[in-house]
């Protein structure tokens, strides 16, 4: 049974940075993809950022050049370390597990408050 559960959330001010963390149980890891997804209140979910089992890549363009997306396949975790935050950041983040022919996974969120 995949468990995933975040971490790291927390109010911040703009401007500011956090390091979210995504611990993962119950599947092989590193034959996964992995996605960190938001959602603000009233709003779609959205995804912020993706890496492939291969450690490929890829961001939403509101993500580029401030977020950088990462996993540690020893730990069993994926990270997404976020910079200059601004308040309309503040959302929901989740993380979910991808992997082809398999049902995806996601972790119950970790709030993010960007807010002076």
């Known amino acids: 049974q995949v468990q995933l559960v975040e971490s790291g959330g927390g109010l911040v001010q703009p401007g500011g940075s956090l390091r979210l963390s995504c611990a993962a149980s119950?599947?092989?890891?590193?034959?996964?993809?992995m996605g960190w997804y938001r959602q603000a209140v009233g709003k779609q979910r959205e995804l912020v950022a993706f890496i492939t089992r291969g450690g490929e890549t890829n961001y939403a363009d509101f993500a580029k050049g401030r977020f950088t997306i990462s996993r540690d396949n020893a730990k069993n975790t994926v990270y997404l370390q976020m910079n200059s935050l601004k308040p309309e950041d503040t959302a929901v983040y989740y993380c979910?597990?991808?992997?082809?022919?398999?049902?995806?996974?996601w972790g119950p969120g970790t709030q993010v408050t960007v807010s002076s």
């Open positions: 979910k597990s991808e992997r082809t022919g398999l049902a995806s996974a």
């Open positions: 119950g599947i092989i890891f590193s034959f996964y993809h």
